[in-house]
Every structure is written in C-alpha cells, then in structure tokens.
C-alpha cells in the first residue's frame, strides 16, 4: 500500500509543476513593459566637493515594448546639480526583450556642491513610464560616496634654538603640526 500512496504524491506534485508553469506563462506573456534601472558606473568612484562626475544607468524591458517615450529625470538637490547637462532625459521607446547588450543607456553629468560634507548621499530618479505613471527611485536606491580631503592643521608649537638669532648666523626653527581633521 506504500506504492499507490508515493505515485500518488509524485502525480499531484507534476500537476502542481505544470499549474505553476502554466501560471508563470500568463504572468509573462500579458501585454506589459516591465522595466529595471540599474546602476551600472560612476566615474570617478569616489567624489569630492567641488568636483565632477558622470553616472550611468542601464534600463532593460523584460516585458512588451513600452507604448510611449521612456522619460528618466534626476531630482537636483543639496549636494548635486547637473553640470553641463540636462536633469530630464528621453530615451524614447524601449523594446521587448532590451536586455544585455540591447540595454538602453542614460548617462548624467553632475557637480558635488563646494559645501558638501563627508558621507553618503542619494541620488533621487524618477522613471515616467507613460503620461502621469512614474517609477521614483528615491529610498536610498542610488548613493554617492563623498570623500573630503580636510586636513585642519595647528601650529601647535615653535621651539628656536639659541633663543636669540645674530644676524648672518644659523639657528635651528622647529615647528610641531597638529592634524585635527575627522
């Protein structure tokens, strides 16, 4: 009677298998663009205030082609601004199946504010799929490292030696430096 019980089983696991697959099909197969924005580079790697860098992100569509242009925006704030460039980019529509190689591109070009401090900082985009639906990417998605080079330094002694400097002689000046930097 362990038999029966066992292809029983195996039968109900098979019929489970194909009703998933089957599921799985009519999820992929309707009608929809289904679209990721990745991250791909950022050069430099590590910024500084006041300096300039370019972000790239890929855009693939697991699903249909995308009915309309494909509008990606960078939300400008505290401590990026566009350099040369424009915060709205359209990268027109995008295929079905625009994956890998046949990935579209979208490329920005920013300034880190003099101002910025040490730390991580957001970069905030929007995807507009169609009119009046948009994808934000704002939740700590996309982060730019800042690096500060600040080095405080302090005088914090001066020793002369001898005390009194004749004129036309040599004498020994040495300085200690404190670094008080973070």
Known sequence: SMRPKFMNRKFILIVSLLMI???????????????????????????????????????????????????????????????????????????SSAQGSDAEYVEFNLKVDEDAVEGEEEIELIMQTSEGVTVNYNDDEFLIDIKTHDAILEVSSIEVDPQNINPGSNSKIVFIIKNNAD
């Not at 500084?48 to 704030?77: A, H, R, V």
Request: glycine share 6%.
């Open 21 to 95: 697959s089957l599921f799985s099909n009519m999820v992929f197969s309707d009608n929809s663009p289904y679209l990721t924005l990745t991250k791909i580079s950022q050069i430099p790697d590590q910024v500084e205030p006041g300096q300039t860098f370019k972000l790239k992100f890929k855009i693939e569509n697991l699903g249909s082609q995308t009915e309309e242009d494909i509008i990606i925006s960078l939300n400008e704030k505290f401590p990026f601004s566009m350099y040369g460039d424009v915060s709205e980019k359209n990268i027109g529509k995008i295929k």
